[in-house]
């Protein structure tokens, strides 16, 4: 596909705002915030509503616009790794149907990911909808703002302000990250591949600890702009924190024929030389 729509959607307008689209080929639904797992604001329990009020009405846009198109047609709902919950299988393919409280303070956050596969399967079986659904492992680079509550950023804030990283907990859990564009690239592929059977896993397969990404990113960090190094210190943890992340990628590898390319450290170098220049141009 050649052309896109970007709109920042409240529940009311999405149906508006697509019909401003010319004869779309895809619609790819993606809404979410990390700031409600460490924000006091009373916005957490909002996030299973914003799951629900956003999933439905892209769907029924779908399903009101398919007679206008001659082209394939369908819903890509972009889905965080939240379904897998903290994982008792590692690492964590498609198959696994994950661990995750449902009583507890990451509850609306992390069902709020499930009931949206769960919708999108409702459709699917009940209405016929073309669906694809990507469960997208830690993602980072470069424009992600520093206090939209994702550890990379954060981190990459901190350190550029000559302050401590904080860590919750003892530094030990594990994530995958992958860059930014290695994630467009698996999007791309699933949303031109013709499989829709079920979820498919978009990540990078290197596990990291919290510790030792924080030593990457004040090392880079020192080096790049000649700073002293910054301490890492440490908080209590978060309850129902995930203590391992890993995607298995067989599935992307095999169906798209996609796996990510840039590493970590790259990664990480890419996305602080953006920070860096951001500052100098404020």
Known sequence: MSNFLLCLLSASSVHEAIQLAVSPGAYARASASARILTSREPSLVDELAREIRTVNPSIRVEMSSQDQVTSEYYTQALQKIEVYGDPSVHPQAE????????????????????VAEALCYAYREQHD?????????NTYGPRMGASDGRVVSSFIASALAGEDLKITGDGTATRSFQFVTDCMQGLYSLMNSGYSKGPVNIGNDGEFTIERLAELVIDLVSRMTCQPRVSISHLPPLVDDPTIRRPDIALAREVLNWQPVVQLEEGLRRTIEWHINESRSD
């Open 129 to 137: 909808v073309d669906i694809r659904i990507a469960r997208i492992f």
């Open 95 to 114: 198959h696994y149907w994950g661990n995750v409280n449902s009583f507890g303070p990451r509850a609306c956050y992390d069902e709020g990911k499930r």
